[in-house]
């Protein structure tokens, strides 16, 4: 399908319809499940603070077919909890994901969608974001990661949305697929499953369109895989190790953009599993983002009739998830610390050995308020650092706080990131 937009338009449709249910799938074997057990233990044992975590987990428990009812029940009413009282409050993206993990395989849960209109909110909430991105020089209100979901969940629970603008606004020159310039991998893997979602409608003919729109969003699909495999690097990992499952579903349902020889699926899957036993999936949303794709699913399964109980006759633990090397508190480690706007504010911090980012800012703060103090919020992949200085990140001039080492951007959050012994932190007022 590489010479897609080269074939005449019938020999397009007719072969986009033989071939769109075709996926090319690797996933863990029986002998090898256990080695998802670190996943499962930090998903259930989390403390499910954020109500896009819990969306994440469901959604992530639900599509491989863990039959833990009560947990499931659990997360289900905290989700209603959080539709019934907030709803208006929600970014589109998060509705998004709770219309997903509540409406995902079927289960009686789905009726929540339907009593409190979900899909109605999601609609109005994704044309503000529409509104927004023509009213503020192409930025949407969230990011092109959340506009990929409202479209997904949209097309997936039949709800309505423009398939002339998808076309028109998901073109892989937009703006919005880069940060600082770098192609985002999470961002581009979930426009794929979005699109491929819209693709399959209108060939399947559930959707009347223009030829037009389908031919051009049949091309960005295309120039989408295309970036994603670039990104690809030697150890099978595509983007960084929390973008790699995401990558994975969107190859999942590309296959027909890309030859056998173009991707190692099997690689890909073992440097994860061996990521997993380092214990790098510690968050539960990056534990419930990876998981799907290493059971063969991705959330284009999300209508399917019933979920593979696939794991359901393997034992689930629920031991502690495996942690990083215990910190040695007995020790102190000194790192320097800097704060750069236009010009660098530097100090040096001692923190007991073992401490994260997060340590190290509020020992900062601590030695002198005026230059290091900041705010955060907490998100569903941990404390997102919002100010500092009394700066604040805004995603209408695409401003926010960068975390660097070494002067290397960091691939994990101030809460995550342990810091060593001398080494040159930096908080950067950075545009993306
Ligand atoms: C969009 C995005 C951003 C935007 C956020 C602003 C905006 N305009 O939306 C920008 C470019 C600013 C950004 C910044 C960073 N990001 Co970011 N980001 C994403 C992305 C692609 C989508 C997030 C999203 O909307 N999710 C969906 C909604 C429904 O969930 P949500 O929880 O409501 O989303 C909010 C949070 O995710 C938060 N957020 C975004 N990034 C990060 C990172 C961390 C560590 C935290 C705690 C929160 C956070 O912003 C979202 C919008 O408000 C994800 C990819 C992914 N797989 O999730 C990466 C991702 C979450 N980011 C990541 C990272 C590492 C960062 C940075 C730490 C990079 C850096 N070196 O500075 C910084 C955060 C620094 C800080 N200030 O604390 C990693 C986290 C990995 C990990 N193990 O922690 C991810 C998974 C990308 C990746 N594969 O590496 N990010
Ligand atoms: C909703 O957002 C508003 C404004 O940000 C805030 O004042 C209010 O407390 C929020 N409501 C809930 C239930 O979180
Ligand atoms: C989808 O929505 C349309 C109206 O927007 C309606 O006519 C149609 O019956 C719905 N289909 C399903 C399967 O719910
Ligand atoms: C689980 O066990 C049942 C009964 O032994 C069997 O019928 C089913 O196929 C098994 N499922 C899987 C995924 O192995
Ligand atoms: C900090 O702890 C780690 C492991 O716990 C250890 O390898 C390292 O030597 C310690 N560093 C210092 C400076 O104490
Ligand atoms: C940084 O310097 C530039 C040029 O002097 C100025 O326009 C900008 O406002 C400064 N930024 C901040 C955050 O102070
Ligand atoms: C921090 O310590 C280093 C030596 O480790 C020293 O060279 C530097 O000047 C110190 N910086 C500050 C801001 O005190
Ligand atoms: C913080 O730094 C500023 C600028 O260097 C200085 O004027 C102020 O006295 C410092 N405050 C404290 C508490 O050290």
Known sequence: MRQSHKLPLVGLLLFSLISSQLCKI????EENVFRLNPLLSTM??????????????????????V????????LVQQLKDNVERKVS????????????????CHTPDETIIYDYHLIRHLENKFAVEIVHMETHNGNPLTNYYQLSLDVLALCLFNGSYSTAKVAEYFTPKNKNYYFGGDFSVDTGAMAILA??????????????????????????????????????????????????????????????YYQESDWDCQQTLET?????????????????????????????NVKNAYCANVLGNFSVSTQAPVTVTPPNSHSNILVHYSVRINKTYSINVTVPNGSVFLDVME??????????????????????ITSVQGLRANSNDR???????????????????VVHDGENLEVRWSKY
């Not at 259930?44 to 077919?65: D, F, R």
């Not at 970014?91 to 509540?102: E, T, V």
């Open 26 to 29: 690797c996933e863990v074997n």
């Open 44 to 65: 259930i044992n989390s403390k499910y603070i954020s109500g896009t975590q819990t969306a994440n987990v469901l959604l992530s428990l639900k599509l491989v077919g």
């Open 67 to 74: 039959q833990n009812q009560a947990l499931i029940q659990r």
């Open 89 to 104: 409050n929600l970014s589109s993206g998060q509705l998004a994901l709770i219309i997903m993990a509540l409406g995902a």
């Open 195 to 256: 699109l491929t979602c819209v693709k399959r409608n209108l060939v399947d003919g559930k959707i009347k369109t223009d030829t037009e729109d389908l031919r051009s969003i049949s091309n960005h699909i295309e120039l989408l895989v295309k970036k994603i495999l670039s990104e690809k690097k030697k150890n099978g990992l595509i983007g960084n190790t929390f973008s790699t499952g995401e990558a994975m579903q969107a190859l999942f349902v590309s296959s027909d």
């Open 272 to 300: 994860v599993l061996k990521k997993i036993s380092q214990g790098a999936f510690s968050i539960p949303t990056a534990a419930a983002q990876i998981l799907p794709a290493l059971m063969g699913k991705t959330y284009l």
């Open 363 to 384: 020992e900062a703060q601590k030695m002198n308020k005026t230059l290091y103090s900041f705010t955060m919020e907490e998100s569903s992949w941990g404390p997102y």
């Open 399 to 417: 401003t926010y706080w960068e975390l660097l080492s070494g002067g290397k951007p960091l691939s994990q959050g101030v809460g995550s990131y």
